[in-house]
């Protein structure tokens, strides 16, 4: 928990306001090392910025003895990082010190008229691989990833295959802005290729050129983050990593996860309106999630987000799930549903009289006597009509362990079981039904302004909504 002290200039009176830390799920580990067959492999993991990424890349490379070749992977590279992570990389594929990118410094030539340029170098570092290296990027190979590629492709030849890159423009540096003290960081530099091609144009080798035209298929920015492969569907050039919902992965350290999946013979919609509707836990999850009439009763607070949905509620003297012997409890729960369709769900249970201690508020989740958990659910078009429905579900290592995530997930194989049964006999339905109508009533806020988002974004992005989107917006 952190706190943010605001005070009013006038004296009018200051306000606290608390911030409660949630894991984001960031991705695990510094990078990816392995052969494949005779040739060495490193995948790095948006660790830029970070200088145990160099000790760690050291290690790695020791792991290649005899290899005939290399593959450096930067497409998961979004966030930079510094020059001397870089040049700790690059020094192992050079053997002389070498130049690898051109530097000009803006501001100095604005106002002196005398251009200042310069030409940075990487020094050699042992081992040092002497075999062919290719240097594989991507929409998400951004600014030092940029540089790396460039400065591979200069100061040793490596080809650079893949699609364009992020273009980002320059180095950065930081300001100080005089009244507030605030540090803002904006470009101060222009970069380039050693052979003078700023590096923002820099053009990867497509590796598709050498395929033949009817062998071609399609390729897709990818991610791997949260334990999850992300693909980004659209405009690879419009590809942002900064959209990925900030799940929690199956190896972040601090929870104990489950997981699991369901075929839906039912378009992905419907599913996502089911999430968007918690009214249907009263009727539809009575003998799994034990849920009582509340949520039939009551509507939750409910939240417009940039890109989504949050939902919070207190649930007073709910009982527990069918699977779980435990006293009544006050309890919470808190859940964003995302673009594209993702929910993330923190829930926690707490004394007799929290709710009304904390006037209905969202709690102090280290105030919790149990119940503390994270799950994590996923919708995912596989046709027209048919969809994948991933979830996790699992306890925080201070208020669970494995026997509790498996017990949960029993319970949760048993309740989106129950929830599968409803939504494929409301797609058969709608499918019978000539000119089916949608009938909404006070639970299907959070659905209306969810609907009305994805019918936004599509027109944004040039893209028609589809006709029961518009409808129900």
Known sequence: MRKLLLRAGSGAGERSVDFRAEATGEQPGLLQARRIGNVGYVRIHN????????????????????????????RDTPSGGTSSVARGLMGHFVATPSPYQRHEYVAEGRETGVPRIWVEQVAP??????????????AWTGSMGEGIAIGLNAARGAPVLGQRMAQLLGALGEVRLTHSGIVARIPTEKLFHVNGTPRENFSPQAVEDSVPGEARVRSYPVIDRHSWIWVWMGDPAKADAGL???????????????????????????INDNL???????????????????????????????????????VENARSPAGLQNPPVDRWSSYDFLIPGVLLMWSGSFDLGTAAACNHERPDYDKAQAGVTFTSQAVTPSGGKTSRYFFSWGPHRRYGDEALRDTLMGIAGQAFGEDKLII?????????????????TVHDRGVMIFNRLVARLMRESGQPAGTQAVQEA
């Not at 050291?58 to 005939?68: H, I, Y």
């Not at 799940?247 to 992905?268: C, N, Q, S, T």
């Not at 799994?288 to 607070?301: E, V």
């Open 125 to 138: 570092r042992a081992p040092v691989l002497d075999v062919p290296v290719v240097v594989l990027v991507g």
């Open 276 to 314: 968007l509707d918690f009214s249907h836990l009263t009727f539809v999850h009575a003998n799994s999630f034990g849920a009582g009439s509340a949520f039939a009763d009551s509507t939750p607070k409910i939240t417009p987000l940039p890109r989504g949905v949050r939902f919070e509620r207190w």
């Open 424 to 440: 494929e006999a409301q797609q058969r339905v709608i499918d019978h039904t000539e000119n089916p109508q949608v009938l909404p």
């Open 244 to 270: 990925i919902p900030p799940a929690v992965g199956f190896d972040e350290p601090d929870w104990i996860l489950g997981r699991g999946y369901l075929d839906y013979a039912a378009e992905a919609r419907l």
């Open 47 to 74: 660790s830029l910025g970070d200088n145990e990424l160099v000790r760690a890349f050291d290690v790695a490379l020791r792991g290649f003895a005899g290899v005939s070749g290399f593959i450096l992977d930067l």
